[in-house]
């Protein structure tokens, strides 16, 4: 069994910051991408941003110069660093991990519970 548990949303005013983390346990043999999406009321889940694990990235166009995401291999570990907030950002943030668990090399898709993110204007 393998659980992501976020923690770090929160309400924040217009271009302030907040930091969100996710740590994955459980039965992992190995992880590839993790990173974020979000999701709006009756919209679909968008990615935000994602984190190889060599250590490529890759960001929505509308978070890029205002959002990092790094992870930590070691602690199976993935933080996105959120800047210069915009109300529009408002949304619930969902942390996203490919996952292999032993025995199997095959790599499935995990989500977090999610956590709200509100920044108000």
């Known amino acids: 069994q393998v659980q992501l548990v976020e923690s770090g949303g929160g309400l924040v005013q217009a271009g302030g910051s907040l930091r969100l983390s996710c740590a994955a346990s459980g039965n992992i043999f190995r992880i590839g991408s993790m990173g974020w999406y979000r999701q709006a009321p009756g919209k679909q889940r968008e990615l935000v941003a994602l984190?190889?694990?060599?250590?490529?990235?890759n960001y929505a166009d509308s978070v890029k110069g205002r959002f990092t995401i790094s992870r930590d291999n070691a602690k199976n570990t993935v933080w996105l660093q959120m800047n210069s907030l915009k109300p529009e950002d408002t949304d619930v943030y969902y942390c996203?991990?490919?996952?292999?668990?032993?025995?199997?090399?095959?790599?499935?898709?995990?989500w977090g519970q999610g956590t709200q993110v509100t920044v108000s204007s």
């Open positions: 984190a190889a694990n060599g250590g490529s990235t």
């Open positions: 996203y991990a490919r996952i292999a668990s032993w025995p199997s090399p095959l790599e499935n898709v995990f």
